[in-house]
């Protein structure tokens, strides 16, 4: 199969600045998984000189967000080969495009391993994804590689370094590709052209049962889009606390001081609702640091238990 | 060097393939991984030798994942070496396997899996080469392999960098001599070997006759306190002659040389014994190749040190001589030393002891000079 080849990675600002926050505060190196989309972009500048040929209309892959592993290994064996079994929970609504290695000091080329993961991960063909707007079907293979590291020498401003390659599986090569920070900003807008939001958020028809008369003819084609949204309007319900969208519209009018209250109910309900859900989180995150530092203690115990024997 | 800041596994690892390897390995840049150093140095460089050069490659441990076995990162112009991918050519499956294997059932507490891997990788490397020069396209190289390959031990290199032009270097060892058994007492932990550098320039293909390849001894290089291959002067190369030609003259007269390096050390122990009942019993001398000699002497009231440096090329060259006060003592807390002395009546065809009697002569007169020297220099201060 032919590799199609990406003339560039583009990347959201805050995106890669969440990732080199988590590489930096790493006790070790860290590598994991880059999910995203993969986009032909038209050209948009028309050449003047008609003896011109015009521009190949562009393949540029987003980086939407990634996901890093708390140990190495973890989706890979010590010769680089993927484990697709590994991969497939956290594959629900997202795509693979590629994966990253972050190591600290060391030359800003693939390594051994390296190599052999991204051979690998490129070669899974249930992993490949649609290209987004092609005029014809191809499937792009999750072929990037991100590799992060830090000067030889310590600085005293913290200083990353970062290189983005394409594998491309014909030539067995790393095809080193420019990576576009994206940012916000008048001066980005064009940028925006190929976004597509990447949140599961459900789309929720609240007006649905005032506006079904409106829309009598219109029933049979509706009738899977009524029962998601009756699913939508159930799982909303339960956010609700029992309070109806319906009673919402008494708020305005004479009615209205008799019905601050019951929203005031609501709103505490609400609040209490996420402070216990807070307070979830908080302890287990703590739990989860407990383990961890537990486990790099254990870590520790076998490395310094072995060389004495 | 110290290996205190690795944690153990790896410095046992480490440990292991600097003691064993059978060349000697270079580590540099040794680095640690870790967000802070409490984990420990778990990266370095290691500088291999291949091809009468270094390869450097970069080892990476994880000192806070000790079981999994480390990464490693070659050179720049190497981005096409790939030894864990398996291909399947010709012969190269089974070295593949091998390497898979060491890395496969990779096991931190044994000390050998390092150096099973470098040397399972430095394999792969030399036939990965090997591949590249095969595929030169330049007649005499092709000719040049196909009649030289069956000699054992050979390496090949090809540099191709953006400015040099491409050329194509050879490794040669040369003679199946083990010089390492012919010294009595051998000192040397390594196989001591000559080899013969031979670099082809590539790609001048409508030049009418290839240009002789530049050629060059080089010796591991303790070998160099037995015989200099600086010394040798190599046989001209003719125009149209092949590798294949050259070399069994070469190894020849080499041949030769060494034997005659070997016998010069008996030479140089009778001319230090023939010192002995002029200067008395030497108090240091090296006993294995007999290249130096130190004797104390005094001359009145002035003690020195009398040292005899005696050259691969005696008894054709004369021994160098340098005298060292006793009594003297710089400022900076060095002794007093005169400069070498070379320039003193001589004959390669005297006995030893005529030549220890006409250096104890001439020292009669040098240590007063030097006697001399001393007390100036002293009272300049």
Known sequence: ?309 | MSFDGFPPFISAQLHYLLNHFPDKIKVEQVLSGGKSYTGGLDRFTLLIPYCLDHIKWDVIYNAEFPLSPPDIIFGPDDEDFHPLHATGGEGEGDLKSRTRSVLSDWNNKDPTRLLALIQELRDQYMSYQRKRVGEVDDDRLKFEISTILSREGIEMHISSGAEKPEEVKFSVPLMDMNINKMVHACPWRHPQKIYLQVIYPVGRKYASTPSAPRLKLMSTIELRVLFSVDDVKLPPWLDGMCLAEYLPHLEESLEKQVLEAVSLIDIRRRFIEALAPLFGRPLEADPIFCRKATFLESSGSFVFLVHVLISTQFPKQQPALMLQSSQHISPQGVPKQSPLLTDYPWSPRWEASQMAERIYDFLVDESLNFKRFCNESQSQH
Request: net charge neutral.
């Open chain 1, 1 to 309: 199969m032919d590799d199609l080849v990406l003339q560039k990675i583009a990347i959201s600002g805050p995106t890669l600045a969440s990732m080199i926050q988590r590489l930096s505060s790493s006790p070790a190196d860290v590598d994991g998984l880059l999910f995203g989309h993969v986009t032909y972009i038209a050209p948009s500048t028309l050449p003047d000189d008609s003896a011109q040929t015009p521009p190949d209309s562009q393949l540029v892959a987003t980086i939407s967000s990634f996901l890093s592993f708390p140990s190495l290994l973890s989706f890979y064996d010590s010769l680089g080969r993927v484990d697709s079994s590994s991969l497939t929970p956290h594959l629900d609504h997202k795509s693979i495009i590629g994966w990253f290695s972050s190591r600290r000091k060391t030359p800003l080329r693939p390594s051994v391993r390296e190599f052999s993961v991204s051979r690998s991960l490129s070669s899974i063909p249930n992993l490949s994804l649609p290209v987004q707007d092609a005029n014809f079907n191809s499937h792009f293979s999750p072929s990037i590689f991100l590799l992060f590291t830090t000067p030889i020498q310590d600085q005293f401003v913290q200083t990353n370094q970062y290189r983005a390659f394409q594998f491309q599986s014909a030539k067995l090569r790393f095809n080193p590709v420019s990576i576009d920070i994206v940012n916000i900003g008048p001066a980005f807008r064009g940028h925006y052209g190929s976004f597509s939001p990447n949140s599961a958020l459900p789309f929720l028809n609240c007006e649905l049962r005032s506006l079904t008369a409106m829309n009598e003819d219109r029933t049979e084609e509706k009738l899977t889009g009524m029962k998601q949204a009756a699913k939508d309007q159930s799982e909303l319900d339960m956010c609700t606390e029992g309070m109806q969208i319906g009673r919402l519209s008494r708020l305005i009018g004479p009615e209205a001081v008799n019905y601050t209250a019951g929203l005031e109910d609501l709103y505490q309900k609400m609040l209490s609702k996420i402070e216990s859900l807070a307070r979830l989180v908080e302890t287990s995150s703590a739990k989860v640091l407990e383990q961890e530092s537990h486990n790099r203690k254990l870590r520790y115990k076998v490395a310094r238990s072995t060389g004495v024997e």
